[in-house]
């Protein structure tokens, strides 16, 4: 890919603070499937993204793109008006597309270890992580809730640059999509933390299950950071509640932090 060349221009420092400081401060609007009613900040997602996904695409040039002018055409304060045809938001669709591609593997592949912990068969702990199995469903609504969610994140994946439809009298000949992309990635980033949520609540009751047995320093940390979240499971009570929870601290990066100086990373 080549080198990115972002379009500059001087911005005073005090309004490119303010903007930050607005940014820092953007909470997304309520939305029905987060019962919170909280996301994390934009700019907070896409930095994770940008460090994650950093290995797959020049993430310099979204960077480049995110700090861009897209006007068009461009008209200074003194008076110029060039037309530079940036507009295109291609260089943003794809990475955002395969974002979603790559978070919904993710989710996929968490749902299958909660159903593996929560079923007896493979696990050799109680059904459901219940203290009753047969009376109480335990967990069992924990793994419901995740393989809904990795259902509708397989449907979001659905690459939204794949198509394009000409607008402004077919003045605009080739369109993107790249806005749509960018929202069913907050989706998915939001799908995702819960699904993460679901088998942190599932993993830690499995180990609570396993006392007096330790586990490594790593794991034990991450079941400390879950239980300091939300209390052990004590007889029946819903898990929604619970798994929100855990979904606002698996956003915040505290148990990503974990597996990450227990990796040696």
Sequence with gaps: MPEPLPFT?????????ELRDRLRRTRWPADPGNPGGRYGAPREWMEDLVHHWSDV???RAVEAEMNAATDNPLVFPD???????????????????????????????SERRTARIVDARLSGLPAFLADNPGLES???????AAAALVNELKTL???ASADTIPTSANQEDHVSMGATSALLLRDAVDRTATVLAAEALCAARGLDLRAPTRPGAGVRQGH?????????????RPPGVDITTLAGVIRDGALAAVGGEAAGG
């Design 79 to 109: 008076g110029r008006v060039l037309s530079g045809g940036n507009f295109h938001g291609e260089p943003l669709a794809l990475p955002l597309d395969h974002a979603r591609l790559a978070l919904t593997a993710l989710a996929t592949i």
């Design 224 to 236: 400390a950071i879950v239980r300091a979240a939300v209390p052990a499971l004590d007889g029946d």
């Design 9 to 17: 221009i001087d911005i005073p420092q005090s309004e490119i603070d």
């Design 157 to 159: 994946a659905h690459p």
């Design 138 to 144: 335990g967990l069992m609504l924990a793994q419901y």
């Design 57 to 59: 695409y020049d993430w």
